[in-house]
């Protein structure tokens, strides 16, 4: 990659990513992003270009990780546009001022929280779903009124060169550039001043970006990962609960953020869960899962050699094989794993599945709350007492009973990691307060000044107590209005009757 | 030590006993037990730290906490509850909900400039939520800080919020250990390293800083009411308000005014000589007045500039015709010196503004609002944002990061965990989204996935319809009771 570097105004040697932001930031200085038709207009654009460039999208994403025709839209594009969607009908209602409960010394005030623009965001995306993971939060960003400096991850890097085409030819380039390239890139890029910055990857990285951002005071939101744990009730329908479990694991070959990491289940239903599993993984795959269109592949050859490197010394159950020069690795299913197992030590994101032994909900919460909080949850059981009980006592990010992955695809839930799983979250209105600034307003009059006299010097104990009265006192103005129109009604119908009768 | 205070608040936390509402609501009650008790001993201690009446304690630090304690007791119920939240297509028979979640162990930093107030409010908030908190009152309002120390383990839970005291290594080996939040109120510097700290094992944090909040004064308008605010905003605790009005921009022509109307104020309100008044604060420090009296170094002094270190005492002091490069215009002054800088339009007044970081509040005219930007907001008065627990309080930029009061605060210090509960039934329902995949599942995944129930069209015929269903069933009802009544 030819780093580039050219003349800023002062003609002094700058960065490309350098200048990229202060571009970014002198387009947002115009003001132009923040009329609600400007952001609608670029929002629509982003649509257009995902549906007249679907194609090529997918290309890139199967050259990147064998994802096929229609596995890009399902969980790639179906998302946003369903996000674009919201973002343009509630576009509105998201960015106007909203009321705030007054007190009794601001009652005939105006007190509002006005949403704005932060300014210009950075949003470094992650490889496993390159495209969405760059897309979605520029959603959020563009709806906000922001600008924002796109940096897609180099490790998937056909949809990485991609987006450096597309994004500019559909939406304003320079409000929205895309700076791409590796680490030195990417280091030079938080070097910079944002108004916030948005990452998706790991926890190492994590720290460093908050790190960098904390030079700046600048917030972020991280979503990073983690083992998210799928505990298996032993009184469940098996074949069912397998096959959800199936799909939400082994899809792009693992490499999901909240893909069930591992499985805690009793002892004595370990080989029927493999069996089921296999019986799932026949039906999606067939008997040759290598040339199946719709199993994925790892995404380069340092993670597949870390996935395959974690089957040492594991009881492989199901699966195993692996062919390096295809980064493909067969779905895998180990058993007889415990905590202290090597698998069980780091984030897998590859398609092995460890089954560990619990032998109570007791101490299936106990293994869970010994390791970091997780990004998901996942618990099957019948028994909605279990299901509760388990959400009351650990913590994650979010969680799926009975399923897996869909908490997601909601995009009224706010998406997003606790502890060493993240910080902040998005997807629809989230995305939207995420990258805004909600200013406090209160509009007060010149008048009034009366009222006001409790509050100045110099004090007595009188004046006290009547600053406490209006501080103290808290008005319902829904039950005062309320009363006040029942008073209204009902003086006038006792008029009506009079007049009348 | 500190890490023993760490540990015992972490370990009382993993026990669960903060997360029970009723535990909670008693917390909360204690605490306000302990202001109503402590009042005398509260104000005594901050009496000796800013010379603060004991009027300016109870209006600035203590009523408006027991109004947030109030709040909260009111509303636990309602804000630890479940959320529901709009359901898809897809996920119409399941339940989807929030569930708001204590963090664990919140580190809470002080500030010296209302050390009872900025210490209690946070941890309102993280009672409220039902978090452990370690507290770490300012070393600089000392007599406060002692008397938390005190106090606290008297009234609530002493493990699960455990005082910890000290300075600059004190706090530093705090920061080295882990929390789930960190929440710090003061100065931007310390912030950076606070995030810097907590960046280390991802930790969130809430920075509440400060920074040059300008007050634009509009020629056309009543001076007397507006100075006389100003003053009250300005002056209060000598100064030391994170958003007192740090500078005044205003037409030239105005300047003279407006400092006669500051001077007749200040009359009222401290008399003759604010030395001897009650009302009026001293400086916190001798570091901090030796700050502040170098910052009156070849400045023009309409009004006031005397001083006793002594004393720790700066008169009311108004400034004239300051340059915009003036060193006083470079730092946050957090003292009882009012620069005023004279500006020809409005349009001037918001360039000046945006040139600079964003400010923690802003004093301005209405129609200013949209082309500025800073943490709050208020047109014609002063500081009283603060005051509304409604209103999110805290800053944007230089200013802060997130922000808390009223049920902000419950939010801030809260987990919002996203919860779907589904059935192990209706598995046809999923066979869209299975391998192997094809168009026709395509089409029909993605009809479930991006239908929302609630859109425009959708909803006014689902009202429509359930609207005509009542409508019959009440004919129904009507018609079987006439007939009814017509049997007998």
Known sequence: MIHYEGEGICGIHMSMEKQAVERARTAFLTRRSRPLEFRAQQLKALQRMITEKERDIAAALKLDLNKNEFQTPLYELVGLEGEIQLALEKLPEWAAPRT?????????????????????????????????????????????GNAAVIKPSEVSEHTARLLGE???????????PVVNGGVPETQELLRQRFDHVFYTGNCAVGKLVMEAASRHLTPVTLELGGKSPCYIDKACDLSIVCRRITWGKYMNCGQTCIAPDYVLCDQSIQSRVVE???????????????????????????????????????????????????????????????????????????????????GSVDEAIRFINQREKPLALYVFSYDSKLIKRMIAETSSGGVTANDVLLHYSISALPFGGVGNSGMGSYHGKHSFDRLSHLRSCLIKSLNMEAVNKVRYPPHSAKKLSWARFFILKRVRLGTLGRLALLAAFVALAALVAQRFL
């Not at 005939?108 to 992650?126: C, F, K, N, R, T």
């Not at 199946?292 to 996935?307: A, C, E, L």
Request: hydrophobic content about 45%; some cysteine; charged content about 20%.
């Open 166 to 176: 597309l994004l500019p030819q559909y939406i304003d380039k320079d409000l929205y």
């Open 276 to 358: 089921e599993i296999k019986k799932a993984l026949k039906e999606f795959y067939g008997d040759d899962l290598k040339t199946s269109p719709d199993y994925g592949r790892m995404i380069n050859q340092r993670h597949f050699k870390r996935v395959t490197a974690l089957l040492e010394g594991e009881t492989v159950a199901l699966g195993g094989e692996s062919d390096e020069a295809d980064c493909f690795i067969a779905p895998t299913v180990l058993t007889g794993v415990t905590g202290s197992s090597k698998v069980m030590q780091e984030e897998i994101f590859g398609p092995v599945l460890p089954l560990v032994s619990v």
């Open 100 to 144: 705030a409960e007054k007190t009794l010394l601001t009652i005939s005030d105006e007190v509002y929280i006005q949403p704005e623009p932060l300014g210009v965001v950075l949003i470094i995306g992650a490889w496993n779903y390159p495209f969405a993971l760059v897309i979605q939060p520029l959603i959020g960003a563009i709806a906000a």
